[in-house]
Structure formats: structure tokens, C-alpha cells
């Protein structure tokens, strides 16, 4: 024991007036009591640090969580995105496909009108 902790504690315990014979015990009670303290001051610390780690730790967790949940939604969007360029890449090659088609069969009854025509002409 330091000679500041005897120095408190005598003066402690001649304002409380404490008997000589019981001083010994006095001061013992004391530093058993500071001691105490300081243990639950340590353990009050600890519980205090392992909780704020705990709460460090669940805030990245769900950092992460949602972290990849956002890279989850991102990319769904993506591939949707990229799903309906191919359709309208799609539906634009259909319509092209269609006009053409449709020209080709045109360009067929005018070329039968145009046969039809001349054999009406050579008849007469």
C-alpha cells in the first residue's frame, strides 16, 4: 500500500472516529472496498467496450447485408434490362422481317398482274 493510501485512510477514519485498535481493519475494509470498485469499474468496461464491439459488428453486418442485397437488385435489374433490349431487338428484327415479307409478296402480285396483263394484251 502506497503511503498516500495510509495517509487517506488515517484521515478518513479520525473523521469518522474510528478506535486505534480497529484502524488496521479500517483501512483493510477500504482498500477491500476500493479494490472492489475498481474490479467492477473494469468489468463495467469491458461489458461496455464488448458491447459496443457487438454493436460495431452487427452495423456491418448488416452493411454487408444489405451491400449485397443492393448488388443482388442491381444485377436482377440488369439482366431485366438486358431481357428487354433483346426482346425489342427482337420485335425490331420481327418487323423488319414482316416489312420485308410483305414487299416480297407485293413485288409477286404485281409481277402476276404484270404477266396477267401482257397475256390479256396478247390475246386481243
Known amino acids: 500500500m502506497d503511503p498516500e493510501s495510509i495517509e487517506r485512510y488515517t484521515a478518513m477514519a479520525k473523521q469518522l472516529n474510528v478506535?486505534?485498535?480497529?484502524?488496521?481493519?479500517?483501512?483493510r475494509d477500504q482498500l477491500q472496498e476500493d479494490r472492489e470498485a475498481r474490479r467492477l469499474?473494469?468489468?463495467?468496461?469491458?461489458?461496455e467496450k464488448l458491447e459496443e464491439e457487438e454493436r460495431i459488428e452487427k452495423r456491418k453486418r448488416k452493411e454487408k447485408k444489405e451491400r449485397l442485397?443492393?448488388?443482388?437488385?442491381?444485377?436482377?435489374?440488369?439482366?431485366?434490362a438486358e431481357k428487354q433490349k433483346m426482346e425489342a431487338e427482337k420485335l425490331r428484327v420481327d418487323e423488319a422481317a414482316r416489312k420485308e415479307r410483305l414487299k416480297a409478296e407485293e413485288d409477286e402480285r404485281n409481277r402476276?398482274?404484270?404477266?396477267?396483263?401482257?397475256?390479256?394484251?396478247?390475246?386481243?
Do not use: S, T
Open 19 to 27: 478506535l486505534q485498535g480497529e484502524l488496521i481493519n479500517f483501512i
Open 41 to 47: 469499474q473494469r468489468e463495467q468496461e469491458k461489458k
Open 69 to 80: 442485397q443492393d448488388e443482388e437488385r442491381n444485377h436482377r435489374l440488369q439482366l431485366e
Open 112 to 124: 402476276l398482274f404484270q404477266l396477267e396483263e401482257i397475256r390479256i394484251k396478247e390475246k386481243c
